[in-house]
């Protein structure tokens, strides 16, 4: 039900004008959805239910995070934004944009190149027009199984990252061997191989690591368990990278 209502809203209403007015949309479907078995941590909602997607992840119905956003949102409140941070943010989720473009502890740089999300600048990864040891913190979610040369996109995130800084990357990952094809090149090949249209491989955890370390990078890789209440996946993997003096 929900899926079908969305589809039909993106075809009839303007992507900008969605954006712009989501969060009133949402507050309509409130009624439906409130409760006390679950609870967003992000907006805060009390709810009698997630909504589940075709592919099994929960969205909150009222700010329409996922549970990978969700995760993310209480890890860079434990860990890394109670000081003051010039933070780099790689298409963001709309739920956090909007949670942290008002924090005034932070100097907040989100970023979109194909202007999909909302953001205030649009960097392309494998270039990022901006000087060398720039940003304290770096969120790369699902962005690197996009970009065809991923090693230029290490190799300017080692770059912007300044010395003890700390990046967060997450991607879709597979068992095994990371999977790519460079003449995979249409969409319908893509979503076949890759699992989305504009995706050209599935990272392993493994391959993606090695990859990371080659650029310069001091990696650990943390694995996270469920939260049924905040909707928080099993075995969710975070790859935190850090960038050290020499």
Do not use: W
């Amino acid at each position: 039900m929900y899926s079908i209502a969305k589809n039909i809203t993106r075809k009839i209403l303007p992507q900008k004008f969605l954006f712009e007015n989501e969060m009133l949309f949402r507050k309509l479907l409130y009624p439906l959805y409130k409760g006390s078995h679950y609870e967003c941590n992000i907006c805060h909602s009390k709810l009698k239910n997630f909504i589940t997607l075709e592919n099994g992840n929960l969205l909150c119905p009222i700010c329409g995070s996922l549970p990978r956003s969700r995760r993310l949102y209480k890890i860079l409140n434990d860990e890394y934004l109670k000081d003051k941070v010039k933070f780099l943010d790689f298409s963001p989720s709309r739920s956090i944009f909007r949670k942290l473009k008002k924090r005034k502890n932070i100097q907040y740089f989100s970023t979109d190149y194909e202007d999909e999300f909302l953001a205030d600048y649009h960097f392309d990864i494998t270039q990022i027009d901006t000087e060398s040891e720039t940003f304290d913190l770096i969120v790369c979610y699902h962005i690197l199984e996009h970009i065809e040369g991923d090693h230029l996109a290490m190799s300017e995130l080692y770059r912007v990252l300044k010395t003890d800084g700390s990046l967060l990357i997450q991607t879709p990952f597979k068992d095994g061997h990371t999977y790519e094809d460079s003449t995979i090149k249409t969409p319908e090949e893509r979503l076949k191989h890759f699992g989305q249209e504009d995706h050209v491989r599935v990272y392993s955890v493994e391959n993606l690591v090695e990859r990371l370390e080659k650029a310069g990078f001091i990696t650990q890789v943390k694995t996270f368990t469920k939260d049924s209440y905040h909707g928080f996946a099993e075995n969710e993997r975070v790859i935190i990278c850090k960038k050290e003096a020499f």
